[in-house]
């Protein structure tokens, strides 16, 4: 069978742990190119790991790859999705609050037959969400909490002037939907766009972050009313090398990765 071959854009907490993931051996993928802000640095990286990968420039990912991670800021998810979309190729985007306010990107891979794949990343329980869409979900609801130091520097906090240095108490930071998360919040609750784009859409998908002192973790919990079914579910996620991102995140994608060539497929 030949190998699937997968780019990865953004060389940081995520990029790394796929990048050595793959290097180490995933069956039917390979690591075929690195896209980094700084190909020097990611050069240094991938030698100093032993892992033997060109580094590319992200328009020219298409020629080298079949799918894309997507493990970037949220600012550069158009200059990674674009090329590989017309070039009817799949990226696979962390950086899902970035595609609430882009439904175009979603419109081109319909129209060229790429594919947008949204792992369940640092979340839980995706595949009864889209389940239950298939039939009538009433409500989803979504609570957030954070060490302070998950959640600093957010853009809703510093246009607010809401400061979450010091806090000896829980402090809700922010109520609102998943829309609105995601514009305030880039890069803390990407989970919460997942979840809207699984289920009721970024308008309906509601949305409380806690700054909570007393947690180490990156803690969701989630409600789901439907039609079919009500169930809870909740997540405490271990903070990797980047303090907003849960080790969970690069081991989720590694498992949709897999089943791009598993012979058996285990969940939807
Ligand atoms: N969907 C989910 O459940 C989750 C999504 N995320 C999101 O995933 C993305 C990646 O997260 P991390 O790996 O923790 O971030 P990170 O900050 O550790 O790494 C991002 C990397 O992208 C690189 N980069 C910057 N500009 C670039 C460019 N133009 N081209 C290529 N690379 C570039 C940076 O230099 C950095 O190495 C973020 O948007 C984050 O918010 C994070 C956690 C959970
Ligand atoms: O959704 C995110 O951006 C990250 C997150 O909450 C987590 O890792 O728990």
């Given amino acids: ?3 699937m071959r997968i780019g990865i854009a953004g060389l940081g907490a995520i990029g790394r ?9 995933m069956p039917g993928l390979e690591l075929a190119c690195v896209a980094a802000r700084d190909p020097g640095k990611a050069r240094a990286w991938l030698e100093s790991q032993g892992i033997v990968a060109p580094v590319v420039k992200l328009e020219s990912m298409p020629s080298h790859a ?4 997507e493990c970037a800021p949220a600012s550069v998810l158009d200059d990674i999705c674009r090329p590989m979309l017309s070039a009817r190729k799949k990226v696979m985007v962390l950086s ?13 891979a319909r129209s060229k037959g790429g594919q947008i794949i949204v ?4 979340l839980i329980g995706l595949d ?3 389940a239950a869409a298939q039939g009538t979900i009433h ?5 957030t909490r954070k060490p302070p130091r998950g ?20 402090l809700r930071v922010f109520a609102g939907s998943a829309r609105e998360a995601a514009i305030g919040f880039p890069a803390n609750v990407n989970v919460v766009a997942a979840l809207a784009l699984a289920g009721i859409g970024p308008d309906r998908t509601t949305i409380e972050i806690w700054a909570d002192p007393g947690v180490e973790r990156n803690c969701h919990s989630i409600e789901v009313d439907a039609d079919s079914a009500k169930f809870s579910m909740s997540i405490e996620n271990i903070p990797s090398e980047n303090p907003r991102t849960g080790r969970i995140t690069a081991l989720s994608v590694l498992a949709a990765l897999a089943k791009q060539r598993a012979p058996l497929r285990v969940g939807t």
């Fill in 1 to 3: 069978m030949v190998p």
């Fill in 17 to 25: 742990t796929v990048a050595r993931a793959l290097a180490d051996g």
């Fill in 66 to 69: 079949d799918l894309v991670v």
């Fill in 96 to 108: 899902a609050g970035a595609l609430l306010p882009r439904p175009e990107l979603i419109e081109l």
């Fill in 119 to 122: 792992p369940t990343g640092a």
């Fill in 128 to 130: 009864a969400v889209t």
């Fill in 139 to 143: 409500s989803v609801r979504m609570v």
């Fill in 151 to 170: 959640l600093a520097g957010a853009p809703y906090l510093v246009e607010n002037g809401i400061s979450v240095d010091g806090l000896t108490a829980p």
